[in-house]
């Protein structure tokens, strides 16, 4: 994600009509995916101000947003019994607001946790429209893995024929006995 990206991306979190404060007001969970690519944006902002201290008012007034709003949303929604993710909650909710605090204090206060290095996936129904997709999970590298794919990674589909080794499945009728598959 490149720092401009970042940033379109926390002004529609932070102020946009799809963004995570418009799912808060409904009640709704944004989801670990989307809470982990908007605090990755937040990082990459931080990363591209290299030390200095002047921030754009509609950038500032996205991150005042998430860092306040969205913890008095949620709060908001448990005393009227909405019961939230755990991990929202305990982990998402305060990385986000030291996240956004560390933008204005100019040091980065997040303890990334084990495994921060890696990524998270989330696997969707193939039926689903790219639209929908890019618009739950903004900055998301969306991927097809499906036997329609394009290479390399038709490759993971469970039907590409790795050299010529056909996959085989058993024949419920009789045990003991295998058949191929059809697409191997």
């Known amino acids: 994600m490149k720092p401009q990206q970042a940033?379109?991306?926390i002004l529609q979190e932070g102020r946009g009509e799809g963004g995570i404060m418009l799912f808060l007001r409904m009640g709704r969970d944004p989801g670990p995916v989307r809470m982990h690519g908007l605090i990755h944006a937040i990082r990459m902002l931080f990363n591209s101000m290299g030390g200095r201290y002047k921030i754009?008012?509609?950038v500032a007034a996205a991150l005042f947003a998430l860092g306040t709003e969205m913890p008095a949303q949620i709060e908001s929604w448990r005393r009227?019994?909405?019961v939230w993710r755990e991990d929202l909650v305990q982990r998402e909710l305060v990385r986000l607001m030291l996240a956004v605090e560390s933008v204005f204090e100019g040091e980065w206060l997040v303890d990334d946790p084990p495994g921060a290095g890696g990524m998270?996936?989330?696997v969707e129904n193939c039926r689903k429209k790219l639209g929908t997709l890019e618009r739950a999970t903004p900055g998301a590298l969306i991927l097809d893995l499906t036997?329609?794919?394009e290479e390399p990674w038709v490759r993971v589909s469970p039907f590409y024929p790795h050299g010529g080794i056909r996959s085989l499945t058993r024949v419920a009728s009789s045990p003991g006995r295998l058949r191929g598959s059809g697409k191997g």
């Open 120 to 122: 998270t996936i989330l």
């Open 7 to 9: 940033k379109e991306l």
């Open 80 to 82: 009227s019994g909405c």
């Open 56 to 58: 754009e008012r509609d």
């Open 147 to 149: 036997s329609k794919a």
